[in-house]
């Protein structure tokens, strides 16, 4: 079993399977990012927007090897699908520190500001630590958001959690159009 199963679980078979749609992960039916959030509350809808992209984000990488999650798009550029995972948990921390916490880098440094990128090397345990710490950040940026009653509220930071909300769905949907094109240089998968 490689990395990205372990990883994603029973998810890979059933985001890597054949369809009846070949150019697509899943048959729309199947589709674990949609959801019933249409036509309900500004919250709903937004925290329905940022799970539909952290899931994007997980079906592209979904049964790779650590050396395909590595792979570098076109030289000189340092982006890979290992690069985003590591980037988004970069964000996601980054997220509540625009609302006000004091909290360290992960990957980044004062050395190397690229640190999430340039780290983003083709070892099982590279893959594996990414993946567990976008994870977490994700976990602990949920339960931070759960925090807010009104999504109006001014952080302490000093803006309304709907601003960062809204920021952050925003690099996820500009990352996971990375992503689309990431995997279809690894393995010429497209779609959804």
Known sequence: MDSAERVD????????????????WVDPADDPRE???EGVDERSALLAALRHFRLTLEMKCAGLDAEQMARRAVPPSTMSLLGLVRHMAEDERHFRRLAGEDLPRIYRTAEDRDGDWNGAVADPAVVDDAWRRWRAERERTDRFIEGF????????????????????????????????????????????
Do not use: K, N, S
Not at 13 to 21: I, Q
Not at 151 to 164: E, N
Not at 171 to 188: F, I, K, S, T
């Open 9 to 24: 679980g029973p998810a890979v078979e059933r985001w890597t399977r054949a369809t009846v749609h070949p150019d697509m």
């Open 35 to 37: 959801d019933e959030a």
């Open 149 to 192: 009653a009104d999504l109006g509220t001014r952080t302490a930071g000093g803006d309304p959690l709907r601003d960062i909300l809204l920021m952050q769905i925003t690099e996820y949907a500009r990352h996971c159009g990375h992503a689309d094109l990431l995997r279809e240089r690894v393995d010429g998968r497209v779609g959804q």
